[in-house]
């Protein structure tokens, strides 16, 4: 753990960034929009690098229609799997070590005395979920959330690749959150650039416990898997 390098930015700019691009690449419903005058807000008291982006999803999200994005948001993250915003499933894809990579989560949270009670079952998110680690690391422990986002590095970096080369409009939300981080090198770059070309690892058992995120396989198989 203390191989990671400490932060660079301050930390309540951490914690605007962070908490925004939280809320910004969650499901778009009623009480999103209403927090988007606030986002707008946050956003341009950022330094331009963190704020600009976050700026373009707000803008994106108050000119659209509701349903309109509510249809784009399952399309770009619910049936594209190098869109996905799990972050285990980059590196580990259906397999038992994702199972373990899970619970690893689990405990960092329970460091700081947060329970994550998940049940995809019932729509509440795995604790690999970009938004529940933003939202972690912003409001209950921005130390360790920072190590969860460096050891889960790559796979950030890859969905913010795989959102720019779709051009999608959530883009800008991933992009804010890389730019507070170091940037990627070496063994790191090397991984995004291998997981890019291959795709996560397969395997055909060992997920059913840890609810592997539910693409459309009918979806893939037409294409629409990225």
């Not at 930015?9 to 005058?37: C, E, F, I, M």
């Not at 996905?84 to 460091?111: E, I, P, S, V």
């Not at 730019?179 to 291959?198: N, W």
Request: charged content about 20%; aromatic content about 6%.
């Amino acid at each position: 753990m203390n191989r990671h390098p400490a932060p660079t930015l301050p930390g309540a700019t951490l914690t605007t960034v962070w908490q925004a691009a939280s809320l910004l690449l969650g499901y778009p419903d009623d009480r999103l929009l209403a927090d988007l005058p606030t986002l707008r807000r946050a956003a341009g008291e950022l330094p331009a690098a963190l704020g600009g982006p976050l700026a373009e999803v707000v803008e994106h999200l108050a000119s659209n229609d509701l349903t309109e994005l509510q249809v784009a948001y399952v399309e770009t993250f619910d049936t594209r799997r190098r869109c996905n915003l799990y972050l285990t499933y980059f590196t580990h894809g259906d397999t038992r070590k994702r199972g373990l990579a899970l619970l690893r989560f689990k405990q960092t949270y329970l460091r700081s005395g947060f329970v994550l009670d998940a049940d995809p079952a019932q729509g509440e998110e795995l604790p690999d979920h970009l938004c529940v680690v933003l939202e972690y690391a912003a409001t209950v422990d921005q130390a360790l959330g920072w190590r969860l986002l460096l050891d889960h590095r790559a796979s950030v970096e890859l969905l913010r690749l795989s959102l720019r080369d779709s051009a999608s409009p959530w883009t800008g939300a991933v992009q804010a959150v890389c730019a507070t981080l170091p940037q990627i090198k070496g063994p790191e770059a090397d991984l995004v650039q291998r997981l890019a070309l291959e795709g996560p690892p397969a395997e055909e058992v060992g997920m059913t416990p840890y609810g592997t995120p539910g693409f459309d396989p009918l979806l893939e198989s037409a294409g629409g898997a990225r």
